[in-house]
């Protein structure tokens, strides 16, 4: 009870330092850059809303230059950067740590700059003897980190170091874990404000519209079903062609909600710089395609999948809101599985392959020792599946 009491304290008790200095600075191109520099304290959370509550959805990008501040803070100030849609950056030579650090991976995009560092550690609390590890804290910041969708491994991976110590993030480590990172354009080259991974659009273009329809796609797929069960009927057209096969809504729904509920832990990244699209008018349909990493990990046992796939989506632009009429994919290499048993070594894909073309039932031990197929948006075969 007196862990919680202090924790509670060290999240809420007023500022004793200095708040950080948060500027508003105009771009090029209409959209807007907020400098934020120096600790981050409870404060910063109203200033910082205040200056952002009025600039446009996705059009600002948010730079960082701090060793930390307060965890509430960074996580308040993360969580209104990833609802506004805003980028992220830590510019040439900045440090970026902490709770500096956790408000950054709010970023729709985020960027890194030459000699740049990124670094977290574990929630702490201060006690007589120095920092102690906080359960508590923890507990709040894993929940934000889940809410971002980052996966469990990624989620370890940033509360891993002790607090005296900081954990400074590589790109290779970024990519690792799944956490889409990427490097900041040279100097003079402004950072991307619309499609930081592929060619730029005008922002309300119909394909700006469809990127952004995709890059929200991958972000539900990558959070708790509750949220995306919720959404999923409305994403589709009435009639899909699904891997070249051309089905009903429904039964294309169907696979996806099976697919959900075994692999509950899912996270997806479009690969920096392979997203495209073409559309065909104002109220047409655009061709968007792109290359994708993915982690898997399935609810009831310890099995789990990554690998990579291409993909490609037709989306009708509707006054309602963008629609998928077709979807397709092929993994580009073999899906690197894990699991408990020593006995899925050595299955080949054409088995399971053959285990995933007959009809649901409920599973068995025997399935559940099976490696996992690819994800929601992948296929192991060109040939189509319905399983997912």
Known sequence: MRNVCVIVFWLLALPVAQA?????????????????????????????????????????????????GRLLAGIRIGA????????????????????????WLGGARRFVGEDS??????????KTAGPAESGPGNAILGAYLNQIGLSEE?????????PTSVQWMSLEEAAEYGIVVAKLPPTGVSVPSGDAVGPQHPEGSPEQRAIDFVQSLFERWSGPNAELLAVLDRLYTEKVLYHGKSMPRQSVLLSKRRFANRWSQRNYAIRPGSLSATCAGAGGTCRVKGTMSWKLHEGKTTTSSRGVASFAYSIVLKD??????AETDTVNDNPSTTSSSLSTVGRSIQQLLAQLSKPAKAPTKTAAKTAPKAPANAQVRPKPLVAH
Do not use: M, W
Not at 80 to 103: H, Y
Not at 320 to 325: D, H, L, Y
């Open 154 to 162: 990624a989620i370890l991976y940033i509360t891993h170091a002790a």
């Open 320 to 325: 309602a809101g963008p629609q998928i009429s």
């Open 117 to 126: 560092t990124v670094g977290f550690h574990t929630a702490y609390i201060l």
């Open 80 to 103: 209104q950067i990833r609802a506004k849609r805003f980028n992220t950056v830590v510019p040439d030579g900045a440090q970026c740590a902490s709770a500096c650090a956790l408000a």
């Open 20 to 68: 950080a200095d948060i500027v508003l600075k105009p771009l090029e191109g209409g959209s807007t850059l907020i400098a934020i520099d120096g600790e981050l304290e409870l404060g910063d959370i109203d200033s910082f809303r205040a200056k952002a509550e009025l600039l446009p959805v996705g059009r600002t990008t948010v730079e960082f230059r701090s060793k930390g």
